[in-house]
């Protein structure tokens, strides 16, 4: 040793500067989770087994070579000591004094400038610079620390402070090899006394340290140890899956989809992932926010941490996730800038994708289970991330017009549409049975071509961030002059055959309508509906007009094109009126305001009603003078 033992024992030695610094903050803060210090000390003592387990691997010399690697607590309530005991490679006098009285150098000033900033938790940064120790004075008068090497010819030593401006090493009669922490706790820690309690931080926090923690006289360690997703996947059994699965949300239902991932590169991590059936989480459940279970070397680091996934995707995964390669209770502002949590991130989200992907091509059934359970997750995170349109494009899902009933994906859809076809078509509205109902499907359906139904609010968003597929360029059906594939047989349109009357007949629904249309106009394409509306180039698209409704963006409806299907019997009909009769500007207003209505855009659809009274007065008071 480089100091005589003598030296170490005879005077109290004074806490380095950092070191006081840091006890003064830590006795003196307030703190929303105390527990933690024993979070810190168990992975104290796991850590102190782990170190002792590898000794024993080259060196069988040691002190007590046949003792149990395990943690014992036990606590005095009468006299509020909480005790916590290990086997493992102990310390002599001098490493007591660099061990416990000093910090880690490197951290000690970066652990302080975070402190002292006053805008965090100090519960989440204690042991991310090597302080963990330190924080069992939030809840102790005086901490002794009895400990004896692994080295039979070390002395055993203790080493005692209040937290105070120094700390004292004395020599010590322990004859067992490994560390004692005995806490002293403040009256208002009293609680960290009783068994129950203890109990419930372990459960919560080390749960699965890979030693047995002992509890007061019991024979049975009260921690599971064994923690599943460290398990090789082909040794774990459905059964353990699904019974892992309740215990950790309480969701009785069985889950859509499990991943068990055991990665070594380019990081270290261990996962258990689980895709639940209900999109909702359970009110009664054990998981009350979104965010995985971060572990770092089988310690709980995060109860939910938000930062292993992208955020759409949390609102479908549960599970765990532990890596060897995150440093020991990473802090919540650092870890989003930390390496090894992005490429963690990065490996997650594409082992998801492709794991959806598989499922599928291999189980469409159970695939389609999970898209409308959680089919809009999918649809966020294209609407909100760009790094993940392409790769989960071929996840979406979409009923159409040749498939009302049935989910297809744009592969499906481009398969089988004609081979001259170039675009993907799309009719965006409110509800499926409106858009069956469109106008703008009868070009579709005379062709027999296929238009994809997008209902949903997130559908808009969708269309803007996704503007083409494979190749396929996405074209909503309502546009202006569309770009449809060339038929076989060329069929002369309604409006090559149009006469003086059906230009008469744009001109009286143009001085009706006036400047609340931009045209009006004969249809090039064969419709069943006496008319439709079309939205010109370069005006705001139904799409993004949807996008601003939602958002509650004030906007300037764009002035549509009218479309007139001059075969229409309506129409027919309107043309043998004479110009100066009341039904006519009476049922192009109708007519109008109906197109509107169909389209999603009509701003006040109780207006229709009167009209409609009026049109049938009219008619009424026709019929009665013939």
């Known amino acids: 040793m480089s100091q005589p033992v003598s030296e170490i024992f005879s005077q109290p030695t004074p806490f380095k500067a950092e070191t006081r610094q840091l006890l003064n903050i830590l006795i003196h803060s307030l703190y929303t989770e105390r527990e933690v210090f024993l979070r810190e000390l168990i992975s104290n003592a796991s850590d102190a087994l782990t170190r002792l387990h590898f000794e024993t691997l080259i060196n069988r010399e040691i002190v007590d070579p046949e003792r149990e690697l395990a943690i014992w607590i036990e606590c005095n309530p009468q006299q509020r000591i909480l005790t916590i005991r290990d086997s493992g490679i102990g310390m002599n006098a001098e490493e007591l004094a660099q061990n416990l009285g000093t910090i880690a150098h490197s951290g000690a000033k970066a652990f302080l400038e975070s402190a002292q900033k006053g805008d965090t938790k100090l519960n989440d940064i204690i042991g991310q610079f090597g302080v963990g120790f330190y924080s069992a004075f939030m809840v102790a008068e005086k901490i002794e620390v009895e400990s004896r090497s692994y080295r039979a010819e070390d002395v055993p030593a203790r080493w005692i402070s209040s937290g105070q401006e120094s700390f004292i090493i004395e020599p010590a009669d322990k004859p067992e090899r490994g560390t004692t922490v005995k806490i002293y706790l403040k009256e ?265 139904f997008m209902t949903d609010p997130l559908d808009p968003f969708v269309v803007l961030r996704m503007t083409s597929y494979n190749g396929h360029d996405l074209v909503n059906a309502a546009g202006e002059d569309l770009k449809l594939p060339q038929e076989k047989s060329t069929q002369t349109s309604p409006a090559s055959e149009a006469d003086n009357n059906g230009i008469d007949l744009v001109e009286r629904f143009k001085r009706v309508l006036g400047e609340r249309v931009r045209d009006v106009r004969l249809s090039n394409h064969p419709l069943q509906s006496p008319l439709r509306l079309v939205m010109p180039h370069g005006a705001l698209q139904p799409e993004i007009q949807k996008v601003y409704r939602l958002l509650n963006q004030k906007f300037e409806p764009p002035k549509p094109i009218l479309e007139l299907n001059i075969q229409h019997p309506i129409l027919t009909s309107m043309l043998q009126l004479p110009p100066d009769s009341p039904i006519l500007p009476a049922t192009i207003e109708l007519l109008f305001e109906n197109a509107l209505l169909v389209e999603g855009l009509h701003p006040n659809p109780g207006e229709l009603a009167p009209r409609i009274q009026d049109l049938i007065q009219l008619a009424l008071e026709k019929s009665s003078h013939e």
Request: hydrophobic share 35%; glycine share 2%.
């Open 188 to 452: 208002d820690a009293a609680e960290f006394c009783d068994e129950n309690r203890l109990r419930q931080i372990i459960k919560k926090h080390s749960d699965y340290i890979p030693y047995p923690i002992y509890i007061g006289n019991e024979t049975e360690a009260i921690n599971r140890r064994t923690s599943l997703w460290r398990q090789p996947p082909h040794q774990v059994s459905d059964e353990e899956y699904r019974d892992f699965y309740r215990q950790f949300t309480l969701d009785f239902q069985d889950y859509l989809l499990k991943l068990h991932l055991a990665i070594d590169a380019p990081v270290q991590l261990y996962a258990l992932l689980y895709i639940p059936s209900n999109p909702e989480r359970n009110p009664l459940g054990l998981r009350k926010e979104e965010g995985l279970k971060l572990y770092a070397r089988k310690v709980l680091i995060q109860e939910y941490c938000k930062d292993l996934l992208p955020p759409a995707f949390l609102h479908f995964v549960d599970g765990v996730v532990d890596s060897e390669d995150i440093p020991l209770n990473v802090s919540r502002e650092s870890i989003q800038s930390n390496r090894v949590m992005a490429q963690i991130k990065r490996i997650l989200t594409n082992k998801i994708i492709e794991t959806l992907k598989t499922l599928a091509k291999d189980k469409p059934e159970d695939y389609h289970r999970f898209w409308v359970a959680h089919g809009r997750s999918i649809r966020e995170a294209i609407a909100t991330d760009a790094d993940l349109v392409t790769a989960l494009q071929p996840l979406l899902r979409f009923h159409s017009l040749n498939h009302p009933q049935e989910w297809i994906s744009l592969d499906d859809y481009l398969l089988k549409s004609p081979a001259n076809q170039t675009c993907i078509y799309y009719l965006i509205g409110d509800h499926q049975k409106s858009l069956e109902n469109s106008p703008h499907l009868e070009i579709f359906r005379n062709r027999g071509m296929d238009v994809l």
